[in-house]
C-alpha cells in the first residue's frame, strides 16, 4: 500500500497549437475587415467598418464612401476596436464592393455580419 503513485492534472489548452500556428505562420495575412449593420430605432440603421490597415487614410476613405453613397458618416476612436467607420443605413453591400474596387482589401478579407 506504499506505492501509489498520484498524478495531479496541470492545465491544458487545447487551442494552443491552433494559437501557435496562427501566430507563426498567418500573422498579417488574415486581417479581415468587418463589416457589420447595427439597428438604431425604426427603420434606422447604421453601417460599422472595421480592420482597415492603419497604413490608410480613414478620412479619406470616409470622405470617399459619403460622396459615393450619399449617406453621412464619421470615423470613431474605440478604445479596443482602433479607429472604425461608420455610416448612415444599411451600406453593408456596397461598402464591400467599394473596398475591393479601390483595391484596398482583397474579396477573401472581408467579413460581413448582420442580419
Request: proline residues 2%; glycine residues 8%.
Amino acid at each position: 500500500m506504499s506505492d501509489l503513485e498520484v498524478q495531479v492534472p496541470t492545465a491544458f489548452d487545447p487551442f494552443a497549437d491552433a494559437n501557435a500556428e496562427d501566430a507563426g505562420a498567418g500573422a498579417g495575412t488574415k486581417e479581415y475587415v468587418h463589416i457589420r449593420v447595427q439597428q438604431r430605432n425604426g427603420r434606422k440603421s447604421l453601417t460599422t467598418v472595421q480592420g482597415i490597415k492603419k497604413e490608410y487614410s480613414y478620412t479619406k476613405i470616409l470622405k470617399d464612401l459619403k460622396k459615393e453613397f450619399c449617406c453621412n458618416g464619421t470615423v470613431v476612436q474605440d478604445s479596443e476596436l482602433g479607429q472604425v467607420i461608420q455610416l448612415q443605413g444599411d451600406q453593408r453591400k456596397n461598402v464591400s464592393t467599394f473596398l475591393i474596387q479601390a483595391g484596398l482589401v482583397k474579396k477573401d478579407n472581408i467579413k460581413i455580419h448582420g442580419f
